[in-house]
């Protein structure tokens, strides 16, 4: 069984950067293709970013692109995601998730899902 744990949230200012990671301490992320998520109050959970399992291919949402950066780094089985030039808009929950299907961007897809991490971001 999968389980992801998110980390790497906190409250910043607008237009600094935060790095969030997701890892699974248990089992291995290798054959997982890994997206990231969001939620903000009253609003419902949307697509940021994903990374397929190798690492060959990625997508983002258009609020992310050019902003954000997903990788991992297999050998420490951890997923990030680096945001940069962060805007109040950005605040969210942010959540990991995994499945083994590919590049996807609809949460429905994803099969395991972290406990989320909270981003904050003031003016």
């Known amino acids: 069984q999968v389980q992801l744990v998110e980390s790497g949230g906190g409250l910043v200012q607008a237009g600094d950067s935060l790095r969030l990671s997701c890892t699974d301490s248990?089992?291995?992320?290798?054959?997982?293709?890994m997206g990231w998520f969001r939620q903000a109050p009253g609003k419902d959970r949307e697509f940021v970013a994903a990374?397929?399992?190798?690492?060959?291919?990625?997508y983002y949402a258009g609020s992310a692109k050019g902003r954000f950066t997903i990788s991992r780094d297999a050998a420490k089985n951890t997923v990030y995601l680096e945001m940069n030039s962060l805007k109040p808009e950005d605040t969210a929950v942010y959540y990991c998730?995994?499945?083994?299907?590919?590049?996807?961007?609809?949460?429905?897809?994803?099969?395991?899902w972290g406990q989320g991490t909270q981003v904050t971001v003031s003016s």
């Open positions: 990374v397929n399992w190798d690492s060959s291919s990625t």
């Open positions: 998730a995994a499945q083994q299907e590919g590049i996807l961007d609809d949460s429905e897809d994803y099969d395991y």
């Open positions: 248990g089992r291995t992320l290798t054959y997982y293709a």
